[in-house]
């Protein structure tokens, strides 16, 4: 039996040159399931995405899923791409385990918590909101932090600076004052060691999300980065939402031992592959 891709529908453009298209999965012409390859808008055209793959119960386990998945590395080695990712939900274990073998690897996972009561802050520590006058420091320190890290994830330094300034742009328009954002700053016994920023609003997000939390380098290593995610959390249950969410680099063990002796669980892992 042969294992094929059959259009489903015209390829669709974007006005910066991203493409998307959906295709059938078929067993000698017989459709079996869907699978819906995309440029990924955020890592640049000569990235694509896998952003949906589904075969029919009746014909799971029989690899279908396998030859699906790398004829769609086919066709986006056509269009120009050199890596492709895919998001698997953590529950799913037969989709990490076909990944796995095909030679995708954990990007970053996201990570969700739900919340019930607000946490105390441990003696000697107690935040503020961040002030206008601190802000610009703070947002041009936030926006290094955020290319840095996404070059050393592997993205191209011109991508991430476009990302950094289109997110922060589009999420602090206000800067401090902006609506269903935390901007708040942390102290140890009167010193400032940190800050964290948490959206507690998103339409396609269920509860609160932590955008961005950091400890002054000189103040590391004293239980500081759990103290902002506290915060984080009290913000979000003030903001009347009780799940809060985040993203964690693979790269980044140390913040992800965190966050599970905090009680969070992978929800889902972003997953990438080179296309040779």
Known sequence: MTTTLRPAGPEERRDDGGRARTYEVCVNSRPVGRIRLVTDARLGLSAGRIADLHIDERDRHRGRGTVAA?????????????????????????????????????????????????????????????????????????????????????MPRERAEHNATHDHRTLLPDGPATAHQSLRVLAHDGTDVGTVWTSTYHPDRPGGYVMDVRVAPEHRGRGHGRTLMLVAERETLAAGRTVLGLDVFVDNPRARGLYETLGYRPTDYSLRKLLL
């Open 70 to 154: 790398l004829a769609a590395e086919e066709v986006l080695r056509g269009w120009g791409c050199r890596r492709v990712s895919v998001d698997v939900p953590a529950a799913s274990a037969a989709a990490l385990q076909l990944a796995a073998a095909l030679g995708y690897t954990e990007h970053s996972r996201r990570m969700i918590k739900e919340l019930t009561t607000a946490p105390g802050l441990p003696a000697g520590s107690a935040d503020r909101p961040l002030g206008a006058e601190e802000y610009p420091a703070w947002l041009a320190a936030t926006h290094t932090h955020s290319i840095d890290a996404q070059v050393a994830n592997g």
